[in-house]
T-cell receptor, first 116, second 116 residues
Framework: GNSVTQMEGPVTLSEEAFLTINCTYT??????LFWYVQYPGEGLQLLLK?????DKGSNKGFEATYRKETTSFHLEKGSVQVSDSAVYFC???????????????FGKGTLLTVNP | EAGVAQSPRYKIIEKRQSVAFWCNPI?????LYWYQQILGQGPKLLIQ????????DSQLPKDRFSAERLKGVDSTLKIQPAKLEDSAVYLC??????????????FGPGTRLLVL
């Protein structure tokens, strides 16, 4: 079945540090890949997505590249800010057997704390 | 554009009691999802509606959970009777069209349930 594995947190960085959060996946077919962010007390927000191999999703200085050969979708940002403190979820959406819809499967989330 | 609305935001009940959550999706969104997010884990799909019909409820514990989406707009999720392990955040999400491969889901703020 489909699954997403992301690095365990928490991750603590100083402002302006470089961020990488690793994400690997297992899926049938050709999934779309997503990063969602959850700020304290809020719902999940789509941060970026990529729909096919070698696509790069980017938003708010974050980026991730869909690597089919390594089944990975690592999230990166060159210089984090205190306001980036949140929980980050990697997710995939792929057709799955036994159903006619496209199911969204999430990783467990990585808590990022950025200190000033 | 108004986002996905959910109520209540917080609920505390005792085990064996019943509880209901309400969701109002983004206007015009045909697809509605309910997720359960247990602390430290990613959201897990409970049920997906397309208009007022159920597309996928394979992970809904039907002996105690029920959901409906009358008139294809608002939805309610009910738990009766609640168990301790139902303590979680219940997220509602909606998307514009039938769950296509690239469709983006928009999440509400969630209802945090604590079962004592």
């Amino acid at each position: 079945g489909n699954s997403v594995t992301q690095m365990e947190g928490p991750v603590t960085l100083s402002e302006e540090a470089f961020l990488t959060i690793n994400c690997t996946y297992t899926a049938t077919g050709y999934p779309s890949l997503f990063w969602y962010v959850q700020y304290p007390g809020e719902g999940l927000q789509l941060l970026l997505k990529a729909t096919k191999a070698d696509d790069k999703g980017s938003n708010k200085g974050f980026e991730a590249t869909y690597r089919k050969e390594t089944t990975s979708f690592h999230l990166e940002k060159g210089s984090v800010q205190v306001s980036d403190s949140a929980v980050y979820f990697c997710a995939l959406r792929s057709f799955y057997s036994g159903g006619s819809n496209y199911k969204l499967t999430f990783g467990k989330g990585t808590l990022l704390t950025v200190n000033p | 554009e108004a986002g996905v609305a959910q109520s209540p935001r917080y609920k505390i009940i005792e085990k064996r009691q019943s509880v209901a959550f309400w969701c109002n999706p983004i206007s015009g969104h045909a697809t509605l999802y309910w997720y359960q997010q247990i602390l430290g884990q990613g959201p897990k799909l409970l049920i997906q509606f397309q208009n007022n019909g159920v597309v996928d409820d394979s992970q809904l514990p039907k002996d105690r959970f029920s959901a409906e989406r009358l008139k294809g707009v608002d939805s309610t999720l009910k738990i009766q009777p609640a168990k301790l392990e139902d303590s979680a955040v219940y997220l509602c999400a909606s998307s514009l069209a039938p769950g296509g491969h690239q469709e983006t889901q928009y999440f509400g703020p969630g209802t945090r349930l604590l079962v004592l």
